[in-house]
């Protein structure tokens, strides 16, 4: 009997997740993939490395671009502009990122402290534009304030069409173990889709999350960096372990795509800690790492990566 197709959603990673990498996790199986997070502020300012960040390709549909802010108004407005200007399918207010720079200026999961802020704005941007908005959250900003599922219901009665839930509170960053009894309750009070976020590693941690949960589809985040492999093996219902010469052909059309969006200079740069983790335990990996981190052109990367199977 065939196992039922598992929806898959590529996290948005700031500094991870740019157009190149999304376009590889989308043909990989990732059903669908988000944009790194970006600024409501800068957008109505016109930002143009704003712009440059929220490029889409026509390679990625589905894709969501996520957007962070903390006043209606504002977040109204940049989806406005966005609509206008970028072709995204559906647009993610991030209401989970941990980052004190972030939290600190109200935005993010400092959200998840204010409930009827959070309501304000997904119903603000969801009156703003036509397409799908949907809601990226945490179990709660503590172990004391534990309010995804009141989130989620705010977040379907203020107009949302799916929301993700990562199983960890703020305090917790992304250490210790993610609660997946939270997604569970979300899933029972939300009323819309829900993807379950949170120590997903492969296949078995899908099905058992799925399971678990009830969630109609799991994102991924840390595991997917540098295993955009993670997505076949979850799409196809079978364990998937890449070969040395199959991750060779993925860094070094990775590395050329990188570099064709962001030139040498910085395409290079980018990719070193994608190469770390794409070789973490080949032989050799540690000092490839190191040579990796001194590479200042692309053809010598691309020897290195070439070499890098040979221990």
Not at 146 to 170: K, L
């Amino acid at each position: 009997m065939k196992k039922e197709h598992i929806f898959t959603v590529l996290s948005p990673m700031a500094g991870v997740t740019d157009v190149s990498y999304r376009t590889i996790c989308h043909e990989f199986g990732a059903d669908l993939v988000v944009t790194e997070m970006i600024s409501a502020k800068a957008v109505t300012y016109n930002n143009k490395k704003t712009f440059e960040l929220a490029g889409i390709s026509e390679t990625e549909h589905p894709v969501s671009l996520q957007l962070f802010g903390s006043e209606p108004e504002t977040m109204a407005e940049a989806a406005r502009i966005l609509d206008g200007k970028i072709p995204f399918d559906m647009l993610d207010i991030n209401m989970g990122c941990p980052m004190p720079k972030i939290v600190n200026n109200g935005e993010g999961s400092a959200l998840m402290k204010d409930p009827l802020l959070a309501g304000k704005i997904i119903k603000a941007v969801a009156d703003a534009i036509d397409k799908p908005v949907t809601v990226k959250i945490r179990s709660g900003f503590d172990k004391e304030h534990i309010n995804a599922p009141e989130i989620a219901y705010i977040a379907r009665e203020s107009g949302a069409a799916m929301i993700t839930v990562h199983g960890r509170t703020r305090e917790q960053y992304y250490e210790g173990k993610a609660d997946w009894d939270v997604i569970a309750q979300v899933k029972q009070r939300a009323g819309i889709k829900v993807i379950g976020n949170g120590d997903v590693r492969g296949l078995k941690d899908a099905e058992a999350m799925i399971l678990r949960t009830g969630c109609d589809g799991v994102a991924i985040g840390r595991a997917a960096e540098g295993n955009p492999w993670i997505f076949r093996e979850i799409s196809e219902s079978r364990e998937y372990r890449p070969t040395a010469d199959e991750k060779k052909e993925v860094m070094l059309r990775h590395l050329a795509m990188t570099v064709e969006d962001k030139g040498e200079y910085t395409g290079i740069r980018e990719m070193r800690k994608h190469i770390g983790w794409y070789t973490a335990g080949m032989p050799g990996s540690a000092k490839l790492r190191l040579r990796i981190n001194q590479a200042v052109s692309m053809e010598e990367m691309r020897a290195l990566i070439m070499n890098c199977s040979e221990g």
